[in-house]
């Protein structure tokens, strides 16, 4: 504890006696300082213990006391010890009344006591509390670093909410809280997410201080990492602002975390070499292979339905994807791979799991921004493309990739961030003719036959969609055209002419539809 005029009026040596604001003593002292100005306010930064002899003042006018009173409480003064004695033989009464009205502990020195004596017991008093303080924080870090290395995260956030009285939070890189102490502080870091992830926009280190959620404490945020972007942060509720010790405590807890969160980026960066040989070797057909490289890592995942998705985007937007799908994993305990390829994210994630769920959030979420102008517009060369494949295991994963792929292509052609490839199996072939390629295609095979048309010569482009469109039945063809059968079989003989193909060839006919189809825009 500092010393408070309590402890100095306690203090054996000094002799002091109270002459007013006995209800005030509890009060801590910053300092003691010995002014005889009459108006010292100037060189006051509040919470001294002012020491005169009234050399300078007037002490027996009330009217000048209340205004030298009023001016010391009003600058923060806590305490004023007046030296009988010298200047007078005691405190005069115009002095002591105005103390009383302002509310001014007021301390009577006594001749035999030295104001260098009560600075002396002021300053002695200070310098054990600030030994307490770093005795104690140093104690807390014994513990602290004790807790790291034995229980992980969740033991330093027990320790550190022990020490500082109150509660602490562990957020991860999407700002989810992965962990409490105690427990029943979950509900109020959780509603605190708004605030980490404005705290997570700010390069690292940064920190932050927010009222409690329903004002029930007051809220330290960190920031944890030392990348331009920080990967968690750590949230401390007290009662109030917390003491030097406990202010140890919290650097010590960010400085714990830290470690162990770069020390996660290390293991991180060593796990995802490992699943990029994983990803080989599934890939090469290699199963069983790959089961013994993975080991407890990725085993439970190999073990079960996953899913293969293939990812292409700008550098942040991969970095967002990747935090997205990691973060919902850790939360579900689901095993993930995770291998970056330069441009290009390739994930294995359990079938209908979180993090799979993320993927898709994240996807739509993109699609989203793209429809808001100032929030994306429309789609950029470096724009998030996506590409899932159907529920797979380890023996057919070459397949799964493929898929996903074939899905990542048809959804970079059709503007679209995310396609599942059941999605391309129980849909319909038509929508790839919109390809620009297959229009060129298709104009090419029909132009011959629009130049007839275009003379006046016959309709032989209708002709031919209502004959094939019939399967080559003539009279249900001429039919639905209004003409003679015999027509209908010139207009094909033309067709065949012009053309230089038999229509008696399926592959010709099945050309010819799918021309029709990708020109006429159905």
Known sequence: MPPTLASLVHHSALKLTVRAGEDRLDVPVRWAHVSELADPVPYMEGGELLLITALKLDAEDPEAMRRYVKRLV????????????????EIPGALVEAAEQEGLPLLEVPRRTPFLAISKAVSAAIAADQYRAVTAGFAAQRELTRQ????????????????????????DASGAVVATAPEWAGRRAARLTAEVERLRERPAPASSVVGGPDNEDRVELHSLGTGRRPRAALAVGTASAPGTAERYAVHSAIALLTLTTERSRSLRAAEQRVGAAVLRMLLAGQPDHARGV??????????APFRMIVADAGAELLAGLTEAVESAAAR??????????GERLVVLAADAGAALGACVEYAAAREAARAVPEQGGAAEEDDLVVGVSAPSGPIAAAAAYKQAEQ?????RRRGRVLVEHEQLASGSVLPLLADDAVKAFADGLLRALHEHDAT??????ASLRAWLS??????AAAADLGVHRHTLRYRMRRVEEILGRSLDDPDVRMELWLALKATSGE
């Open 294 to 303: 993975a080991g407890d890592l990725y085993g439970g995942l190999l073990d």
């Open 74 to 89: 009003g600058a923060g003064v806590v305490g004023l010890g007046f030296a009988v004695g010298v200047n007078y033989e």
């Open 332 to 341: 579900a305990g689901e095993a993930l791979l995770v291998v970056p390829e």
């Open 407 to 411: 899905a990542l292509s048809v959804a």
């Open 456 to 461: 006046g010569r016959g309709d032989l482009v």
């Open 470 to 475: 019939r399967h080559g039945q003539w009279d």
């Open 148 to 171: 790291a290395l034995n229980a992980g995260p969740e033991g330093v956030l027990s320790a550190l909410a022990a020490q500082v009285d109150g509660w602490a939070a562990l957020y």
